[in-house]
C-alpha cells in the first residue's frame, strides 16, 4: 500500500495525509460506525480511556464526551499529526482538559496510567511486535475493565483476527463478547481470572 511503512511481519502503518485523516474521521463514517453505538455500552462518566491508535480523533473526542468533566482520554498515536488534529478538535469541542495526547513509539505505548476502558479501533493488524503489544496493554487494564479491539475486515482475515484472539488470551485476557461492528471484526476482553 503507498505511504504506508513496512515492518516486519508485513505489518504496516500508514504515514499521515490529510485525506487519510479525513477518511478516518467524516460523517459518512460516523453514520456506519457510529462511535456511540461502538463504545458506549463501555464507557462512563468518569472513567479514565485509553484510546490506542486515535487517529484524528473520531472515537477520541465521542469518548471524552461520554467521560465528562470528571474522566478523562488519552489518546496515544504513532504520528504526530494525527495527535495535533485531535488537539485542534478538541479545543474547537471545549473538551481539551479531559484528553490528554500521547505520542508512543513503533515498539512500546510508553505510559503507565491504568484505565477502565482501552480501545483498539483498526490497528492491532499495523504493530510490529503483537505479543509484546498485547502484554503491555494488558498491563494497562484495571481489575474489571474492558477492551476492545476492533480490525479491519478489508485487512484482516478471520483466520488472522483468530490469531489476535489466541495472542491475546495468551497475554492475559479473556474474551467477553465478539460484538458486530460494520466492516469489522471485534472481540471484547476483560483480565483473565
Known amino acids: 500500500m503507498k505511504g504506508c511503512i513496512q515492518h516486519k511481519d508485513n505489518d504496516r502503518i500508514c504515514r499521515f495525509s490529510p485525506w487519510r485523516a479525513w477518511m478516518l474521521d467524516n460523517g459518512i463514517r460516523r453514520l ?13 462518566e468518569g472513567m479514565t480511556v485509553i484510546d490506542i491508535g486515535s487517529g484524528p480523533g473520531m472515537f477520541t473526542l465521542a469518548m471524552a464526551a461520554m467521560v465528562g468533566n470528571t474522566g478523562k482520554i488519552i489518546a496515544v498515536d504513532l504520528q504526530q499529526e494525527m495527535l495535533d488534529l485531535v488537539r485542534e478538535k478538541s479545543e474547537k469541542q ?3 482538559s479531559r484528553i490528554q495526547l500521547h505520542k508512543n513509539q513503533p515498539d512500546s505505548i510508553g505510559i ?17 511486535d503483537r505479543d509484546a503489544f498485547l502484554r503491555e496493554v494488558h498491563g ?16 484482516v482475515s478471520r483466520e488472522a483476527f483468530e490469531d489476535t484472539v489466541e495472542d491475546a488470551k495468551e497475554a492475559g485476557f479473556r474474551p467477553v463478547s465478539f460484538p458486530k461492528i460494520l466492516g469489522g471484526r471485534s472481540a471484547l476482553f476483560t483480565l483473565a481470572d
Do not use: C, R, T, W
Request: glycine residues 6%.
Open 94 to 96: 471545549n473538551m481539551s
Open 140 to 155: 494497562l487494564l484495571k481489575p474489571g475493565g474492558k477492551y476492545l479491539i476492533v480490525e479491519p475486515k478489508f485487512h
Open 32 to 44: 456506519f460506525q457510529n462511535p456511540k453505538k461502538i463504545v458506549g455500552p463501555y464507557v462512563q
Open 112 to 128: 503507565s496510567e491504568k484505565a477502565d476502558f482501552i480501545l483498539s479501533f483498526y490497528m492491532v493488524h499495523e504493530v510490529p
